[in-house]
């Protein structure tokens, strides 16, 4: 059974860093993508960033792009995005999530969802 696992959630002040991470588990994650999401209360479900788990080939959201930073440890079935330059409005429960086949930025295609992490970035 695929288990998604998120951690390196937390309070934040503008400007500040995080990095979360997600380990996979339960079967061969090759040829597999994973992506990043997020929902702020009251807001629908947004993709934030995603990788070809074998490629490497990275895709990030306008709001992101160049403050964060997607990348993975194949060995380790883990993949972590860097946040930077946090903003108020990157406070969102994040979500890992991951796919058979090429990166997308569309939540409906992933196969797998992990529980969240909250971010908080304080103003």
């Known amino acids: 059974q695929v288990q998604l696992v998120e951690s390196g959630g937390g309070l934040v002040q503008a400007g500040g860093s995080l990095r979360l991470s997600c380990a996979a588990s339960?079967?061969?994650?090759?040829?597999?993508?994973m992506g990043w999401f997020r929902q702020a209360p009251g807001k629908e479900r947004e993709f934030v960033a995603a990788i070809t788990w074998s490629g490497g080939t990275t895709y990030y959201a306008d709001a992101v792009q160049g403050r964060f930073t997607i990348s993975r440890d194949t060995a380790k079935n883990t993949v972590h995005l860097q946040m930077n330059s946090l903003k108020y409005d990157d406070t969102a429960v994040y979500y890992c999530?991951?796919?058979?086949?090429?990166?997308?930025?569309?939540?409906?295609?992933?196969?797998?969802w992990g529980q969240g992490t909250q971010v908080t970035v304080s103003s």
């Open positions: 339960g079967r061969t994650f090759t040829s597999y993508s």
């Open positions: 999530a991951v796919r058979r086949g090429w990166a997308d930025t569309k939540g409906l295609r992933y196969d797998y």
